[in-house]
């Protein structure tokens, strides 16, 4: 019985997952860090090296079903993607083609996302 206890314990322990509460994007040509930060609230700051630009704090929206997020939120998963593509416009620019470079991070909570876009 008291194996069957402990090996219940430890299953629980390992399978408990700890997310990070910062997410840190870096612009394709690393001079912007923007950091998603899921603390008490979720803000964003924007950094220069290592002056801060912009910050946007207590990030959420309200609907009919509540607050998104709600207070203390938990990051459930983290993606990112690297974008680097030339595009065609179908109209006539100054350039036969644009580049398009950008790294993306979308930012999983429960029941909602955000998803943070850093160019050059």
């Known amino acids: 019985m008291k194996i069957k ?5 430890l299953i ?7 997310e990070a509460k910062e997410v840190k994007l870096l612009s394709p040509d690393k001079k912007l860090n923007a950091v998603i930060d899921a603390g008490r609230t979720v803000s964003v700051t924007v950094f220069d090296d290592a002056s801060a630009l912009f910050s946007i704090d207590e990030i959420s929206i309200d609907t009919d ?11 459930r998963k983290t993606d ?9 416009p179908p109209v006539k620019e100054k350039q036969a083609s644009i580049p398009e470079n950008y790294n993306e991070a979308t930012v999983r909570f429960s029941g909602w ?4 876009i850093s160019t050059l």
């Open 65 to 75: 079903k509540g607050t998104f997020p709600a207070p203390n939120a938990t990051i």
């Open 5 to 9: 206890f402990i090996i219940l314990l």
């Open 113 to 116: 996302r955000l998803i943070a």
């Open 80 to 88: 990112r993607k690297t974008v680097s593509r030339e595009i065609v």
């Open 12 to 18: 629980a322990l390992f399978s408990t997952k700890t």
